[in-house]
């Protein structure tokens, strides 16, 4: 077991539990698996050094991850601090992901919020624990979330699941996420560790070559479909970076460290 950081906050444990398997742990137990930049940067410099044939990516004890770690973000420099958080390190994170070239599996062992479940999306297959929430709480926070990010949802589960998702910003459970396709299975009670690691062993012995090619088809064929005007792509980036400066989404931010509800002002 080795980590990517020893500084203070979250970490992200790295081991190989089987030959060819390795198991990426979000740990930053005081803020519920939240993703902040240690964890995100362990993500970006550990995926780019690793060779398993698959790779585990999983939380601590009883979360997955709760998303972005905005509960530090504070009214000083709150607009930068957000798009610094928001726009470099979890994009590159996720990019790292999605660049491995061998299969990636999310095993959700909790509670799958907002950037967790991007990542967890970001990830080939989800298998999930039968007791956990999933949620995407922008609605709630004020936030407008980025377009290639509600892309990678539309493409999971279709348009009107992802406006379910994003525009009313409940929490669904297992057994509806699997419904829905936004998770493969729903692993046995207590069972979410053994079954993953059956499914990246399972996974992992099979032809190398096929599993980077057909890995490296399926996404050149999404990415293919998901080409966009460059002129649209700029209004949508603009939208999405008006919104870390509006006095809404300081108020969501403030009411979520506060546990209250939000008083929106619409500006």
Known sequence: MSSSEDAPGGRLLVDEPAPGVARLTISNPDKRGALDHAILDGFTSTLSALDARCVIITGEGRTFSAGYDIGDLRDGGFQAEAERL???PFTAALEAVEAYPFPTLAALNGHTIGGGLELA???DLRIASGTIAL??????LGLVYSHTGIRKFIETIGAPRTRELFLLGRRINARTARDWGLVNA??????IAEEALELATEI?????????????????VLSARAAMDPDLERELIDLRQACFASEDFREGVRAFSEKRAPRWLGR
């Open 135 to 140: 949620a995407m709480p922008p609605a709630k």
């Open 186 to 191: 729903i692993a046995e009670d207590g069972r």
């Open 86 to 88: 928001v726009a470099h």
């Open 204 to 220: 992992a012995a099979n032809a190398p070559l096929a599993q980077r090619g057909n890995k490296r088809v399926i996404d050149a």
């Open 121 to 123: 999306l970001a990830c």
